[in-house]
């Protein structure tokens, strides 16, 4: 059987190496629109955190068996279609993730110094489509509207010293913008509480160790917080513990300022506030601030609702990060997609309707969870791939030419696909430029740059 799975992050791997696993003589091909492989592990994980990058070792192993194959610089929707692959490959698992935000919807949100945490985030860590952003740094104080890990890692790497970021994948040209960056103050800013946010206690330890930043908590979000966790899931405790210990902690900086010495740069958290709006700079160009609703919590742990009691507060900032979460987009007509609730319409990855179309990781189950959420849900449907195959509800009996297809098709459309060893010759490349500054690699941010390293 010929296996096409679309999109290389870790939920196409993950389901490419179970079906591998799991059947002898299945052919896997991995899609890629970019040349390069292994999506959000390389343009979402912060690098500062080089550990949780290591699955690519898992994920080299897998292209690099004799039956697999990564088919990288195809464009699926536009350079070939769904329903092309379906005629090339018995099974099509579609993998891609989510290539969008969501949207604010509030006035003011197209305003300049506005970005989306997931613009942001691909700016640093090398994503070509946000390679132009030049976000501006020149304010002092920065907002991110979110209270998940991807708002803990921007306010981290804002505040960072830069010799903890100099020894990381981060791009050179975002690494001399934090240079520059005059930002010495971060406010997350959540609609909900402190027993409501998204972070895990990690990322929250990260901050409040990160040299030569305070956090500014406010000890009256907490008050009567410590009843409340008793009887939570330990996660949850050990994390508002954190919250609460840290603060009520009057940190040696403190003293320090008091002494006269240069105040170092600060982060908190602010809690049940809802953005009603981007306020405008004088020119009615830039940002100079976020209008919020106040809101009061109705229900309790996960489930509870942040409510606008009415009153409204003004926050004075020149940076807005909106961090409220990624959209999946829709990638073929032919596909059938959920709108609403931003997902392939599924049962257990099997699209509705389509048989021999399946769907893992985001476009499955919406954009939330951790690399380990993801493998597992892609072993899920690899499972669904496999029982399907054995059931014989996937009729294998016609030979499909898989690739020798689809590669006629890309032929005569122009398009020239990118191989697993000219993704290793681009590997070497950044690897080499990385060693000369003194860095694990330097990230080739243009992909036209990487087709010429490969000569195409």
């Known amino acids: 059987p010929r296996v096409c799975v679309v999109g290389s992050g870790p939920a196409g791997f993950y389901t490419a190496q179970h079906i591998l696993k799991h059947h002898g003589g299945a052919l896997v091909d991995i899609y890629e629109k970019l040349p390069v492989p292994f999506g959000l592990v390389r343009f979402g994980v912060a690098p500062d955190h080089p550990e949780v990058k290591n699955v690519t070792n898992t994920f ?45 919807g509030i006035p003011g949100e197209d305003l300049a110094g506005v ?45 960072s010293p830069l010799q903890l970021l100099r020894k ?36 929250l330890r990260e901050m409040t160790n990160l040299p030569g930043a305070r956090a500014v908590l ?3 979000d907490f008050s009567g917080l410590e009843g409340a966790v008793k009887d939570a899931p330990r996660p949850r405790k050990r994390l508002t513990e954190l919250m609460i210990k840290t603060a009520l902690e009057k940190p040696v900086e403190m003293q320090a300022a008091a002494a006269g010495a240069a105040a170092p740069r600060e982060w908190g958290l602010k809690f049940q506030r809802s953005p009603l709006e981007v306020l405008p700079s004088a020119d ?41 979460g990624y959209r999946v987009l829709p990638l073929d007509p032919a596909v059938p997609f959920d709108s609403q609730r931003g997902v392939i319409p599924n049962s257990s990855g099997r699209v509705q309707g389509v ?19 993801t493998m597992n849900d892609s072993f899920d449907t690899a499972q669904s791939v496999l029982e399907d195959l054995q059931g014989g509800v996937l009729d294998t009996s016609p030979s499909r030419e898989g ?27 950044e690897v080499a430029r990385g060693k000369a500054a003194g860095k694990p690699r330097e990230k080739i941010v243009d992909p036209a740059e990487m087709l010429r390293i490969i000569g195409h």
Request: charged letters at 20%; glycine letters at 10%; proline letters at 4%.
């Open 60 to 104: 080299t192993q897998t292209a690099r068996s004799g039956r697999c194959a990564f088919r990288g610089n195809i464009t699926v929707g536009r350079d070939v279609t769904v329903p092309e692959l379906q005629r090339a490959y018995h099974a099509v698992v579609l993998s891609y993730g989510a290539e969008d935000s969501r949207v604010l």
């Open 115 to 159: 970005y989306t945490a997931r613009a942001f985030v691909g700016w640093y860590n090398g994503l070509p489509e946000n390679q132009d952003l030049k976000p501006d740094l020149s304010c002092d104080t920065a907002l991110i509207l979110g209270h998940g890990n991807v708002a803990l890692d921007i306010a981290r790497i804002l505040l």
């Open 168 to 203: 990381t994948d981060i791009t050179d040209s975002s690494l001399a913008a934090l240079a520059c960056s005059k930002v010495k103050r971060v406010w997350l800013v959540g609609r909900r509480g402190p027993l409501q946010v998204a972070f895990t206690i990690k990322e």
């Open 218 to 220: 406010d000890p009256a």
């Open 284 to 324: 009615g160009r830039r940002a100079r601030g976020v209008r919020m609703a106040l809101t009061r919590l109705e229900g309790s742990g996960d489930s509870a609702k942040a409510i606008p009691t009415g009153d409204v507060e003004e926050l004075q900032c020149g940076l807005v990060l909106s961090s409220i």
């Open 355 to 373: 048989p021999g179309l399946y769907c893992s990781g985001w476009v499955k189950r919406g954009p939330t969870g951790v690399i380990i959420t």
């Open 403 to 429: 690739f020798g297809l689809v590669e006629s098709i890309l032929h005569s459309r122009g398009v020239r696909p990118v191989s697993f060893s000219d993704w290793e010759k681009i590997d070497a490349a």
